[in-house]
């Protein structure tokens, strides 16, 4: 695998990446719709919040966010960044800092569609809580 770089949102100024990666997006806008309704800056308010790049270009986001008491997990991997493993290598590192801020769980929705994505999930840990007509809500617990 490529080397990539992490690069956090929270402390750096660093908007026009994250403008590029939302540009990029393509069609994963319609699974990855979280920026279509929040301005950028939002990712300042993040418990974390990162992107990742391969020379300095952005392939990657993830994000763990507070919501009335609710931790979120957020994750995107670029269309023609897929498959290779970076979904894996995102969740990875927001898991890790969920555990090492002691937060006792985190969820998560995904497209009923998103098929690489559940499986990525259920992977991980994460269990399905709750059935929509088009999306799935998936939690991970720590205790």
Known sequence: M???TFLDLTTIDSLRLLENFVENLGDA????????????????????????????????????ERVDGIVW??????????????GMMVMTELIAKAKKKKIPEIYLTVDKSN???INLYVQLGFAEIEVFDDYVKYKLSFV
């Open 29 to 64: 806008i319609n699974t990855f719709r979280y920026f279509t309704k929040r301005d950028l800056n939002i990712v300042k308010k993040h418990i974390a919040s990162f992107l990742v790049l391969e020379n300095d270009a952005p392939v990657a986001y993830g994000h763990l």
């Open 115 to 117: 098929d690489a994505a």
């Open 73 to 86: 997990l957020g994750v995107c991997v670029l269309p023609n960044y897929q498959g290779r493993k970076l």
């Open 2 to 4: 490529k080397d990539f």
